[in-house]
């Protein structure tokens, strides 16, 4: 059970990290154990590495459906799902500079790991959020997603895979105040991290910090202790501000 109240939420809470293998996954996993020895975390990856970890391909809906159900029978409810999966370039692509660059297959890897991931996630795991007390739903988010923020074009793929995903969140926000008026759901964006999504990139970001992954974790999880239910359906920044659709 999580208290946004204390501003610790991850005390004795039940956590469902889905892409726990990945730069930020595996690292807000281990962050999350550190900060109480009672927090559960579920780990939820394509292919388990260890025994404990639940295994999900994230584009097949019955293999999703599966382990949502596999989660409940065991867990019961949950009060903290993290999606943390994200695509911004692949070996044969990499973001457009250009409406010239835009590839179809490129185009559709995007939205499928952004996007449809989240829309999956959310049809299962959602109504695995506990009713009795506070519960949050947060997805990666990027500000490159911000309609009103984007002043440098390009990345089209990755930008409108973001926006399609801050839709997502916004409209869940609006259900989830219906059907469990105690869930929060929430976009995070973590800022540029030194992963394997952002690494190809981070030496032209001359004017932005780049952040190591323990780093982003401290953050997003100090903004996660920053939020209530006034957010829902907002998406917030590594230091806790809202970002504007």
Not at 75 to 86: A, K, R, Y
Request: proline share 2%; hydrophobic share 35%; with cysteine.
């Amino acid at each position: 059970m999580i208290n946004i109240e204390n501003k610790n939420i991850f005390s004795s809470a039940t956590v469902a990290i889905i892409g726990a293998s990945g730069g930020i996954g595996s690292t807000i996993s281990k962050q999350i154990r550190t900060l109480d020895r009672k927090n559960t975390v579920i780990e939820i990856v394509r292919s388990k590495s260890k025994k404990s970890q639940f295994e999900m391909d994230m584009l097949n809906e019955d293999s999703v459906a599966n382990c949502a159900n596999e989660i409940r029978n065991k867990f019961g409810s949950i009060d903290v799902v993290l999606n943390t999966t994200g695509l911004l370039h692949t070996k044969k692509h990499s973001p457009e500079r250009t409406y010239k660059e835009i590839d179809l297959d490129y185009l559709q890897e995007v939205f499928q790991v952004n996007t449809f991931i989240p829309f999956l996630i959310s049809k299962y795991f959602a109504p695995l959020l506990t009713k009795d007390s506070a519960s949050i739903i947060a997805f990666m988010s990027a500000r490159l997603g911000s309609i009103s923020d984007n002043k440098l074009g390009g990345w089209y793929s990755y930008r409108s895979s973001k926006t399609a995903l801050n839709m997502l969140i916004k409209s869940l926000s609006i259900e989830l105040s219906y059907s469990n008026k105690n869930a929060i759901c929430i976009g995070l964006h973590p800022g540029t991290v030194d992963t394997q999504l952002s690494r190809p990139f981070t030496q032209k970001f001359k004017n932005k910090r780049v952040f190591t992954k323990e780093e982003a974790v401290e953050f997003l999880i100090s903004a996660l202790n920053s939020i209530d239910h006034k957010d829902t359906g907002n998406i917030i920044d590594w230091h806790g501000k809202t970002i504007p659709y």
